[in-house]
């Protein structure tokens, strides 16, 4: 029996684990995913994902696939990975796809959310679920600040080091603040990210939201491509992967890796 190819949506709390990617003697998403294969069909897979998420950070809409050889129904893998993965951690959706389909190198674009809990008092529900911050922030000027992020850049000054990377050209698509259940929350969609791009941009225009430096300081830190001169790294509890979007009529063409999802990785 030949291989098949199964697309998984998988859901999870990151405050449980050490990030996305497998490492030595640490709990991590693509470990736990790994394991729950092997007690259902006995196989030794390796599950690829659209990126890799940093310890602590969560996932509403992360993509993986993987190969086997089981008798499983595709559509069935999610009730039965479900049965044998921890409560942290939930396949939304399974399905067989293309061999070609690849869910890091076939994504086109994807979404972040970063969640800021915005009030005096720290909130037991929302801890590691947002970033607190009890001074009050200007949303506004965040959003003005948001803005300048819409279209293609070059994103150095908002990427951490440690990265592999050699071009820090991304798009932007969707950069904005509202306001959800309490929460201050950034929206981005872009056809990749840098390491931690997101969390620094959060960063920044909090601390434009806190009257720390002017959202027209945003054009000067993109042109000037220094680390040094944008805002803090916000922490990982606050973001969200909310979801990687495919080509619905070429799911399987494959973009450039540097153009799109090289380094990714948040």
């Not at 129904?73 to 999610?78: I, Q, R, T, V």
């Not at 009890?134 to 279209?151: C, K, T, V």
Request: glycine fraction near 8%.
């Amino acid at each position: 029996m030949g291989f098949k190819r199964i697309k998984l949506v998988i859901e999870y709390d990151g405050s449980f684990f050490h990030g996305w990617q497998v490492q030595n003697n640490q709990l991590s998403v693509q470990g736990e995913i790994e394991k729950a294969i092997f007690k259902i069909t006995g196989e030794k897979v390796s599950v690829t994902g659209s990126g890799r998420t940093d310890a602590g950070v969560h996932a509403f809409g992360q993509v993986a696939h993987f190969d086997t050889q089981s008798r499983i129904p595709a559509e069935k893998f999610a009730v039965v990975l479900n049965t044998v993965l921890p409560p942290s951690i939930a396949v939304i959706s399974s399905k067989e796809v293309s061999p070609d389909f690849h869910a890091r190198f076939s994504a086109i674009k994807k979404t972040y959310k970063y969640k800021v809990l915005n009030r005096p008092m720290r909130s037991p529900i929302m801890d590691k679920r947002a970033w607190h911050v009890p001074w009050p922030l200007d949303i506004e000027s965040m959003n003005r600040a948001a803005a300048y992020f819409i279209g293609r850049h070059d994103f150095t000054a908002f990427c951490a080091s440690g990265h592999n990377v050699k071009n820090f050209v991304r798009e932007i698509y969707v950069s904005e603040w509202t306001e959800e259940e309490g929460c201050f929350v950034y929206t981005v969609t872009g056809n990749g990210f840098l390491y931690n791009m997101v969390r620094i941009m959060t960063g920044t225009m909090v601390e434009v939201g806190l009257n720390k430096r002017s959202a027209e300081n945003i054009p000067e830190l993109l042109e000037k491509k220094n680390r040094r001169l944008a805002g803090i790294t916000a922490p990982p509890y606050g973001l969200y992967l909310w979801e990687v979007f495919y080509d619905e009529e070429n799911p399987n063409g494959r973009p450039g890796r540097e153009e799109c999802f090289g380094g990714d990785d948040e």
